[in-house]
Nanobody
Framework: QVQLVESGGGLVQAGGSLRLSCAAS????????MGWYRQAPGKQRELVAS???????NYADSVKGRFTIARDNAKNTVYLQMNSLKPEDTAVYYC??????????????WGQGTQVTVSS
């Protein structure tokens, strides 16, 4: 009933940029926090960045100064601007959102994941 659709992943050379988007749709009453996680082969999924409904942000140390998270509350969309990409940023990136349904239920949703590959 609620889905998160990601876009913007791809292949880029080191030093390049990508912008990921994640749009939530469905029977949404409101959205609390939204964020981006990533998972590389053989590694645990880790938080990249998060943003509250009020715009407060949090970043992993490895991406500070390079990545920027933003959201458009009117469009229920969260973005991740990734600059100065490094090969170690290569991973599947997942967006997530804590969403209240029209019936007052809070559910943690995940996007389908989008591959980001950074070549040397």
């Amino acid at each position: 009933q609620v889905q998160l659709v990601e876009s913007g992943g791809g292949l880029v050379q080191a030093g390049g940029s990508l912008r990921l988007s994640c749009a939530a749709s469905g029977s949404i009453f409101s959205i609390n926090a939204m964020g981006w996680y990533r998972q590389a082969p053989g590694k645990q999924r880790e938080l990249v960045a998060s943003i509250t409904s009020g715009g407060n942000t949090n970043y992993a140390d490895s991406v500070k100064g390079r990545f920027t998270i933003a959201r458009d509350n009117a469009k229920n969309t969260v973005y991740l601007q990734m600059n100065s990409l490094k090969p170690e940023d290569t991973a599947v990136y997942y967006c997530n959102a804590d969403i209240y349904s029209d019936y007052g239920l809070l559910i943690h949703y995940w996007g389908q994941g989008t591959q980001v590959t950074v070549s040397s």
